[in-house]
């Protein structure tokens, strides 16, 4: 068993806000079983943290700026960690990291959150969407891909791989809508057999272990505290759960808008007497800014919620309205809420994993809205076509994943150690 452990964490700047819980269960487990000291790196979104009205969270953390270098192996050789753990290898700060340590035989740990394979099929909207990210923030994103390019050279790549490299960097973005898994970590945390499969068919070398989904450990452990709701109250409290299509290329912005503003829009002005809608963004992946605009431009004022505990702000809903994939309708699920996804654009059925398995309802149409709400009343929760999603999707229910995860972290580092 490992005696001490330095991990240091790259991740954005967000978490002094809202820290994943996937990462925070993680290390717990590790504390349990040995010393572990953490230091989280924040890169990829700067330091200004000024547009965020919460108060920073106290943890161990550096901005990646205030190291004033963009030498990676520079600041790996500062910190001396035993180990790298992201969420993501894909982001050219973080792969930037990966390169690093591997040039530093320091080993590398992925945690791919979603147990969602759809998110990776090739999308034709995709094409459209990075385009629109690159007309936003092309300039920031050229000053990260120099960082990388910087890395590469400085553990030994001549120009002609690096000039490939470039080349399908140039190209994959716009057939995926997310690369995770495919950048080189020693270890792949995933949440079930169908993510296994997905990245090795897509040509993924790297050691692969299902755990489950830490995050859910937490709501096994919370999810007693709530009291299950027998009926829908006649003025019925819906909270609209967006998530960050538009952030990970899968919609396009006109997309996003138009879903958002169709749905308010319809519930605030058609029924005011019956709904009180609350808007309820990602914690992370989204701008509170963005949606403020959006409520002005069709002169609707709900309140829209970002930090606020997800399970309590669910647990107060007779409804959630969602779109697309969210990982987050899991805990809408376990508290036993009615889901609504709203799917105005024709969106495969086969990428809305929880309209496909039959546990949430699709609305193609605003004028359905009442017409379905009606059928929501008089239907009850199909529990064994939830627990057959549980099985597939999550892998275990058992507030155990972050258990496995841990194990398998020291599993690596065991190895590591007697191959060095």
């Not at 500062?78 to 690093?100: G, H, M, Q």
């Not at 490939?164 to 960097?169: F, L």
């Not at 963005?290 to 309590?312: A, R, S, W």
């Amino acid at each position: 068993m490992v005696e001490e452990l330095k991990i240091l964490i790259i991740n954005r700047k967000e978490q002094i806000f809202s820290r994943n819980t996937t990462i925070v269960n993680i290390l717990e487990s590790l504390k349990s079983k040995t010393k572990v000291e953490e230091l989280w790196i924040l890169a990829d979104s700067g330091k200004d943290i000024s547009g965020y009205k919460s108060k920073p969270l106290e943890f161990n953390y550096r901005f990646f700026e205030d190291y004033k270098t963009d030498d990676v192996i520079e600041i790996l050789e500062k910190e001396k960690p035993d180990v790298i753990f992201t969420l993501n290898d894909y982001e050219f700060v973080v792969r930037s990291f990966v390169l690093a340590a591997k040039f530093k035989k320091i080993p590398t740990i992925l945690s791919l959150q979603s147990g969602f394979g759809e998110v990776y099929f090739e999308r034709d909207i995709s094409i459209k969407s990075r385009f629109s990210i690159l007309r936003q923030r092309g300039g920031f994103i050229l000053k990260k891909y120099r960082l990388l390019l910087k890395t590469y050279r400085k553990t030994g790549y001549g120009f002609a791989k690096i000039i490939k490299i470039m080349m399908e960097d140039a190209i994959k973005p716009f057939l995926y809508s997310e690369l995770a898994g495919r950048y080189g970590c020693d270890l792949i945390l995933v949440v079930n057999q169908y993510m296994v499969d997905l990245l090795r068919n897509k040509g993924v070398r790297s050691k692969i272990v299902v755990t489950g989904d830490p995050v859910m450990d937490t709501i096994y452990r919370n999810i007693s505290k709530y009291k299950k709701q027998d009926s829908l109250r006649s003025r019925m409290k819906v909270v609209l759960m967006t998530t960050a299509t538009v952030e990970h290329g899968i919609w396009t912005k006109k997309m996003w808008e138009e879903t958002i503003k169709q749905t308010v829009t319809t519930i605030c002005k058609e029924f005011s007497n019956e709904i009180d809608l609350v808007l309820k963004i990602h914690p992370r992946s989204e701008r509170i800014e963005d949606y403020t605009e959006l409520l002005q431009k069709i002169g609707v004022h709900i309140p829209i919620l970002q930090t606020e505990n997800l399970m309590d702000v669910i647990n107060n809903a007779d409804i959630v309205i969602s779109y697309a994939e969210s990982w987050g309708l899991w805990e809408v699920l376990f508290l036993e809420k009615p889901i609504i996804i709203v799917n105005l654009f024709n969106y495969p059925v086969e990428k809305m994993p929880f309209v496909k398995e039959g546990v949430a309802y699709e609305l193609k149409n605003m004028h359905e809205f009442r017409n379905l709400i009606s059928k929501i009343k008089n239907e009850k929760h199909n529990k064994e076509k939830i627990n057959m999603m549980i099985s597939k999707y999550i892998f275990k229910f058992d507030n155990k994943s972050s258990e496995r995860s841990a194990l398998a972290i020291l599993e690596l580092l065991k190895d590591f150690k007697i191959h060095q």
